[in-house]
């Protein structure tokens, strides 16, 4: 998948979004998706948008969504934390992930 299919993913009616101990959970008027922490086989950073992976399905959320590059660096340490091992090893092979991750404040 492109970085221009996952940029133009993004959704157009606003949407809640969770991180929780279950998995990352999208919630809006027009879609109620689960994604489980086991489910997750990887997240990458695009300039606008954390892209988390599942087979062929991109689950867009937009770096707008988030107030900071720390709150962004949090949840993408959190998904790292509980998603499957060998997924968070192919993320963090990610460079744009790994600037994100390596940034302070």
Same mark, same amino acid.
Do not use: N, Y
């Given at each position: 998948?492109s970085?221009?299919?996952?940029?133009?993913a993004?959704p157009t009616?606003?949407m809640?979004?969770?991180?929780?101990d279950?998995g990352l959970h999208?919630?809006?008027?027009?879609m109620?998706?689960t994604?489980?922490?086991s489910?997750? +086989? %990887?997240?990458?950073?695009?300039p606008?948008?954390?892209a988390?992976?599942?087979?062929a !399905? /991109?689950l867009?959320?937009?770096?707008d969504a988030?107030?900071?590059?720390?709150q962004?660096?949090e949840?993408?340490?959190l998904?790292?934390?509980?998603?499957? +091992? %060998?997924?968070?090893?192919?993320s963090?092979d990610?460079k744009?992930?790994?600037?994100? !991750? /390596?940034?302070?404040g």
């Amino acid at each position: 998948m492109s970085i221009a299919a996952i940029e133009a993913a993004s959704p157009t009616t606003p949407m809640d979004f969770v991180a929780d101990d279950q998995g990352l959970h999208w919630r809006g008027a027009h879609m109620d998706f689960t994604l489980g922490w086991s489910g997750v +086989e %990887a997240v990458f950073l695009t300039p606008g948008a954390l892209a988390f992976m599942h087979g062929a !399905l /991109a689950l867009v959320l937009p770096l707008d969504a988030l107030e900071s590059d720390a709150q962004r660096r949090e949840l993408v340490e959190l998904c790292l934390e509980r998603m499957p +091992e %060998a997924a968070a090893r192919k993320s963090r092979d990610d460079k744009a992930l790994q600037q994100l !991750l /390596a940034r302070q404040g």
